[in-house]
């Protein structure tokens, strides 16, 4: 049977108080009542050290022990409930307490009617040797049973100290039950609330959110990913969908024109001369080139593996790539310059750093506005290696920013432009950054351009 993880919870903080109010009340109890004992058993030898003080004192160095007041010693054996008997040195009894062992027995029994689980234990006597003035002056004779300094007091104490601990565990189990209710809830109501998030969001919902509000560290940040991960399921559904009519809308251009151009050359309208062919062989080239760049998506996982590094000049490769591009720039009225740090060394993957570098500058050179200029800078800083792609276009919009290394995201302003981009481009280059342990980000304003940085660690410096 599968219990609730409050009463699992509540179970698990009463046992462990059950079991430590035990422990503490049987050591306790133990310990206290080793200690009375010894305390009680100090208390008895005290009573006989007094008496034999006391049957010393009473000898006389004239007269002995003749004509001695017995009255002192008889209340003192009837007070501690003593068996007394005081001999001299000749051995003769010069004072009996008057009561055997038996009798001292019964009236011990007697003490502890009350108490018929105690017994009165075995009778035992003490001889002492009696001296004064460093003078052996007789002997005594002490007897009582092992239980007799066990007083009407001395019970009724350790009876109460009993009892109390009883209570006390009485009371700490109620309160720790209570505490371990008060607890389990505290800590799993939150859970309860984000689970309930959770399987709205199986469910669907990827609107909801965990609106749990608690103290405890771990339960704050459960709350805080639950609600990640619907921002960014949420995000990605809305992904999905646009990737859908992005890709509908992508196939859906040079299939329509191939249909028309196909159907115009079969009922006669157009003859097949080469201009109207080679506007159907780049319908089928746009075509092939989406295909391709949807199987390069696929490859992105393993670019890791994949990496062929050598050791090369970074700066002179990007002047290289720099110069390349400059007739396509001009022909535009465009400018492409160049910011370089000299001499920087990488051990990196040749052909992908070109590939990183094509994809941004033709898709800064895609949304460049009239007389539109670009900028790739180059530098070697404390953490690494810095490069920037920055161009005055268009620039992207606020809301799109997160978006942009998306697969297939394209943003509105970039449509408008009609560059033909399938929205992969980035992606891919992300994709190559990141498999050289870098980071790729963008900042930009909307009309006024954008940068593109990627940093690479310091280990790729050689």
């Not at 009542?33 to 006389?60: P, T």
Request: proline share 2%.
């Amino acid at each position: 049977m599968k219990l609730s993880l409050v009463k699992k919870l509540s179970l698990g903080f009463l046992l462990t108080i059950i079991v430590a109010v035990l422990i503490v009340s049987l050591i306790s109890n133990y310990m206290v009542g080793e200690k009375f004992n010894n305390y009680l058993v100090a208390q008895q030898a005290d009573k006989v050290n007094n008496i034999i003080v006391i049957a010393e004192d009473l000898y006389k160095d004239k007269t002995g022990f003749a004509n001695i007041n017995n009255d002192e010693i008889s209340r003192y054996a009837v007070s501690e409930e003593l068996y007394i008997q005081v001999k001299d040195l000749s051995g003769n009894i010069v004072y009996d307490s008057g009561n055997s062992h038996l009798q001292h027995k019964n009236m011990m029994e007697s003490m502890m009617g009350s108490n018929s689980n105690m017994n009165a234990g075995v009778y035992k006597e003490e001889t002492h040797s009696l001296v004064k003035d460093k003078k052996n002056i007789g002997t005594i004779v002490v007897g009582y049973f092992g239980t007799s300094y066990l007083s009407q007091g001395a019970l009724t104490f350790k009876m109460t100290l009993n009892h109390s601990f009883i209570i006390s565990g009485f009371i700490a189990l109620m309160v720790g039950l209570a505490v371990s209710i008060f607890l389990a809830k505290q800590l799993t109501n939150p859970i309860v609330k984000i689970t309930k998030t959770a399987n709205e969001m199986r469910r669907g919902n990827l609107a909801v959110r965990s609106e749990v509000s608690s103290k405890t560290k771990e339960i704050e940040e459960l709350s805080a990913s639950i609600n990640y991960l619907a921002e960014t399921l949420q995000d990605q559904e809305m992904l999905r969908k646009r990737l859908s009519s992005d890709m509908a809308h992508e196939i859906k251009t040079p299939l329509t024109t191939l249909r028309t151009h196909v159907e115009a050359l079969l009922d006669g309208i157009w003859q097949p001369t080469e201009e109207r062919l080679q506007s159907i062989y780049d319908e089928i080239e746009r075509l092939t080139n989406l295909v391709d760049n949807l199987r390069n998506l696929a490859k992105l996982e393993q670019a890791d593996s994949k990496l062929i590094k050598t050791k090369f000049n970074l700066s002179s490769e990007l002047e290289k790539i720099i110069l390349s591009f400059e007739p396509l720039f001009s022909k535009n009225c465009y400018v492409i310059m160049s910011r370089l740090d000299e001499n920087i060394w990488v051990c990196m993957d040749k052909d992908k750093l070109k590939q990183i570098m094509h994809n941004l500058l033709s898709n800064s050179y895609k949304y460049l506005k009239p007389r539109g200029k670009v900028i790739v800078e180059l530098k070697e800083e404390k953490e690494g290696i810095t490069i920037k792609v920055e161009d005055n276009g268009i620039g992207i919009p606020e809301k799109d920013i997160p978006f942009i290394f998306e697969r297939f995201y394209r943003t509105d302003l970039s449509r408008n432009t009609n560059t033909g981009g399938t929205g992969i481009g980035l992606t891919i280059t992300k994709g190559l950054v990141e498999s050289h342990t870098g980071k790729i980000s963008v900042e930009s304003k909307e009309g006024e351009g954008s940068t593109f940085i990627v940093q690479f660690p310091r280990g790729t410096i050689s």
